[in-house]
C-alpha cells in the first residue's frame, strides 16, 4: 500500500516504511540515485510481502563525507529536523511504527539519533532502524562505497544504469576514509572498496539477503508494538 495512492479513509496498516537514501557520486560507473534505489526497492518489496503502508523514498540524505565530489546534501542539524518531523507527524495516520530501511551509511549516526529521540519522548509512532550495510556481505567484500556489493546490486535491479566500460581498474583506498577523510582524498575517482568486480548472479543474492533481513526484524517490531 503506497501512502501517496490512498485516502484518508484508506489508512489501515499500523506499520509503515520509509525508504532513506541519499543523492551523491557512487564512482564512474553508478548513478548518483544507488543508495536510494536499493533501499526503495527493499522497501517496497518488504512492504508488498508484509501489507505494511510505504511512504515515499527519503532522496536526500547527509552525504558530507564526500567532499567536494557531486552530491546533494542536507546538513546533519537539518536533517535530524527532517526526519523527525516526518516521524512525529506520521501519528496523525493512526501509525503505531514505522521502520527506516537506510541505503547510505552517511546517515546512520544520525538516524539513531533521531530514532532514539522519538522513541524515548513519544508513546508514538515507535521507530525501527534498519541499516542495510549491517549485512556482512558489504564487509566481506570490503565494499565502503560503489565497490563489489553495490555495483551487483544496481546490475540486478537497474542494469540499464550500470557503466561497466567506466568501472576504474587501478583501486586502492585509506583505512581513514569515512571517519577522517572524505572519500574525494581517501578513495579512487569516487569508490571506497577493494574491488568492483559485479556479476548479476551476487546482486540477487544480496538483495533476497537484504529482503530477509529486514523482514525478521520486522516481524521483531511487529510483536512489540501490536
Avoid: W
Avoid at 12 to 33: A, D, F, K, N, R
Avoid at 113 to 118: A, L, Y
Amino acid at each position: 500500500m503506497r501512502i501517496l495512492e490512498l485516502t484518508k479513509d484508506e489508512l489501515s496498516s499500523p506499520i509503515g516504511v520509509i525508504p532513506v537514501g541519499s543523492i551523491e557520486q557512487h564512482g564512474p560507473h553508478l548513478p548518483l540515485g544507488t543508495d536510494s534505489m536499493i533501499a526503495e526497492a527493499v522497501a517496497e518489496k518488504v512492504a508488498q510481502i508484509e501489507g505494511l503502508l510505504l511512504f515515499p523514498t527519503v532522496y536526500y540524505g547527509c552525504s558530507v563525507e564526500h567532499g567536494d565530489l557531486p552530491q546533494v546534501s542536507i546538513g546533519d542539524v537539518n536533517f535530524l529536523n527532517m526526519m523527525g518531523d516526518i516521524l512525529e507527524s506520521s501519528v496523525k495516520l493512526n501509525i503505531k511504527g514505522l521502520v527506516l530501511v537506510n541505503g547510505h551509511g552517511g546517515n546512520t549516526d544520525l538516524l539513531k539519533v533521531v530514532t532514539r529521540r522519538v522513541n524515548f519522548t513519544r508513546p508514538r509512532p515507535k521507530v525501527m532502524l534498519v541499516d542495510l550495510h549491517e549485512i556482512g556481505i558489504f564487509s566481506q567484500y570490503r565494499d565502503l562505497h560503489a565497490g563489489t556489493v553495490e555495483t551487483s546490486l544496481l546490475l540486478y535491479l537497474r542494469p540499464e544504469l550500470v557503466r561497466l566500460d567506466r568501472i576504474p581498474s587501478n583501486i586502492s583506498f585509506s583505512p581513514f576514509t569515512f571517519t577522517l577523510i572524505t572519500s574525494e582524498k581517501g578513495g579512487s575517482n569516487g569508490v571506497v572498496a577493494e574491488k568492483v568486480e559485479p556479476s548479476k548472479e551476487l546482486g540477487e543474492r544480496v538483495f533476497k539477503e537484504m529482503i530477509n533481513f529486514v523482514m525478521n526484524r520486522v516481524k521483531e517490531f511487529r510483536s512489540v508494538i501490536t
